[in-house]
């Protein structure tokens, strides 16, 4: 199985400014034959279901806000909120569909500063 | 925009058999691949396993044993079904879409509302 690691598991950022959950997988989730990395992004907020954010690494899902975005390839990502919202309030979660078991990494829990 | 719905016992007994439905609010089982995921109270998220409409599937190897996926075009719903279960199988229960396939790699979205199971006598 492919092991996805994210850090921190928790973060306190300030109303308007940068956050930046980083996730690192076992081993590479980029498949040359379509030079895609196959890594999405999800918001959970709390009593919800898990809603996607960014898919491809960087492709930022209809309706997200641009504040949003992905980064990274092969085994190194980060997801950026450019400047944090009362509503971005949330665990987020990085998972790999490269392979199955698909997996996810353990979150990382969003706060307001 | 489609909607998904979880449905299904939210008490089952240790040993028996978990059983859910996941209606699909359109038309859209034949264009997707389609996701059963779970999440232990406070915990983080485990994916249990996929079908394809033509009832191609493929299963976490950590469950695969006791889980069956199931699909039912004509109803617009997909099923899982998970025997001989333990207290560690208490979870919400989530059933998702997978868009943007590349071949069978494809991410989660939309996401069910997802359904509570607890295992308890």
């Known amino acids: 199985d492919i092991v996805m690691t994210q850090s921190p598991d928790s973060l306190a950022v300030s109303l308007g400014e940068r956050a930046t959950i980083n996730c690192k997988s076992s081993q590479s989730v980029f498949y040359s034959s379509t030079s895609k990395n196959y890594l999405a992004w999800y918001q959970q907020k709390t009593g919800q279901p898990p809603s996607l954010l960014i898919y491809w690494a960087s492709t930022r899902e209809s309706g997200v806000p641009d504040r949003f975005s992905g980064s990274g390839s092969g085994t190194d990502f980060t997801l950026t909120i450019s400047s944090l919202q009362a509503e971005d309030v949330a665990v987020y979660y990085c998972q790999q569909y490269y392979s199955t078991p698909y997996t996810f990494g353990q979150g990382t829990k969003l706060e307001i500063k | 925009q489609v909607q998904l719905q979880e449905s299904g016992p939210g008490l089952v007994t240790p040993s028996e058999t978990l059983s859910l439905t996941c209606t699909v609010s359109?038309?859209?089982?034949?264009?997707?691949?389609w996701s059963w995921i779970r999440q232990p109270p406070g915990k983080g998220l485990e994916w249990i396993a996929y079908?394809?409409?033509?009832?191609?599937?493929k299963y976490n190897p950590s469950l695969e044993s006791r889980v069956t996926i199931s699909i039912d075009t004509s109803k617009n719903q997909f099923s899982l079904t998970l025997s001989s279960v333990t207290a560690a199988d208490t979870a919400v229960y989530y059933c998702a879409r997978q868009p943007y396939c590349s071949g069978e790699r494809c991410p989660l979205d939309p996401w069910g509302q997802g359904t509570l199971v607890t295992v308890s006598s």
């Open positions: 079908i394809y409409y033509s009832g191609f599937t």
């Open positions: 359109d038309d859209s089982i034949p264009y997707y691949y």
